[in-house]
């Protein structure tokens, strides 16, 4: 047994490693865990096609919660993998397998189903969880990397991958496996929310805060309506249409006849045509015609898209030419959007 003395001149003598070795153990180290994923890529079209359809269809059909659990380093992938399949539209809880031995075994309930992992198929604490599952007939998914285990024997759909070894022989800590399951966890997730319909919008539903949430909205969500969507018609006299701009709030408004968006005024258009005459014109001698619009149910990372490309800041929102609403960039800077 190394002694804490000898394992501290080891640390310095590494710290002293030059930093070429360094880059190139890393870049091995990720060449190793692509290969492995190349062979299970294969493997998903050959020996594992079967029982990952066959898992698919469980996660599909199950009526109740996707509990996923794993000890040590397979359970870190164990939580990463039920947050993936929540985020994602199946509503998926970790438990952990030491603490479902002393009542958490309680949470699982008929109507589940359970995604065990174990790299060597025989964790002495998933013992209880499976015993469970067996005694009132919730199916198992288990993702192991040992054909004859314990775990691939229990699992109604035995997701046996190939086993690749790990990236450092002298300490062969979960590297490749733990990448490998994680993986194929993912692979789960995107085959079960596509074989659901699962769509952006859903997506969207169940993620409203952050710069990600925000930029799924869509422009009906956050656009202005009623008094801060100032529309006006063609005859307008241009002091009546500075009026309607200023009370927008938006420093524009839409010019409308028979119900339908013409063009649009914005304070660059009075600068651009600012002459001795301009008050005593009406609004369609200083509207810019045919505008820029979009449509309400159109992401607002759309709207910020073509803001950018055209260099304005704001777009009318419309349905079959008829204005329904404006989203100016200070709506979507303020719903969080960048």
């Known amino acids: 047994m190394t002694k804490p003395a000898q394992w501290l001149e080891r640390r310095v003598m590494s710290m002293n490693l030059d930093a070429a070795a360094a880059i190139a153990a890393g870049q091995e180290t990720i060449r190793t865990e692509a290969r492995a994923l190349d062979t299970l890529c294969e493997a998903l079209a050959g020996a594992l096609s079967a029982p990952f359809a066959e898992a698919v269809t469980l996660l599909a059909n199950t009526g109740g919660r996707v509990i996923v659990s794993g000890m040590g380093k397979s359970g870190h992938i164990a939580r990463k993998i039920a947050a993936t399949l929540a985020s994602t539209g199946t509503p998926a809880q970790f438990v952990h397998p030491a603490e479902a031995s002393h009542g958490d075994l309680g949470m699982i309930l008929e109507g589940d189903c359970v995604l065990a992992i174990s790299r060597s198929g025989e964790t002495a604490e998933l013992s209880d969880l499976l015993y469970h599952c067996h005694r009132i007939s919730i199916p198992v998914i288990g993702m192991t990397f040992k054909p004859g285990s314990t775990l691939a024997r229990a699992s109604t759909a035995p997701l046996v991958m190939p086993d690749c070894g790990e990236a450092s022989e002298d300490a062969p800590a979960p590297t490749v496996s733990t990448t490998m399951c994680l993986a194929l966890g993912d692979a789960l997730a995107v085959a079960l929310l596509k074989a659901r319909g699962f769509t952006a919008d859903h997506f969207g539903a169940i993620h409203p805060g952050g710069k990600l949430g925000a930029a799924l909205k869509r422009v009906r969500d956050i656009m202005r309506v009623g008094q801060g969507d100032p529309l006006i018609s063609p005859s307008t006299p241009v002091p009546e249409a500075l009026k309607a701009m200023s009370a927008g709030g938006i420093g524009a408004a839409g010019v409308i006849e028979n119900g339908k968006l013409i063009g649009i005024i914005t304070d660059g ?19 810019t015609p045919d505008p820029k619009t979009i449509a309400p149910d159109a992401p607002v990372a759309d709207a910020i898209a073509i803001m950018n490309s055209k260099r304005i800041t704001l777009l009318f929102a419309v349905e079959d030419g008829k204005p329904v609403g404006v989203v100016h960039m200070h709506d979507l800077l303020a719903a969080g959007v960048r």
């Open 269 to 287: 258009d009075l600068r651009r045509r600012l002459t001795p005459d301009i008050f005593a014109r009406d609004a369609r001698a200083l509207m």
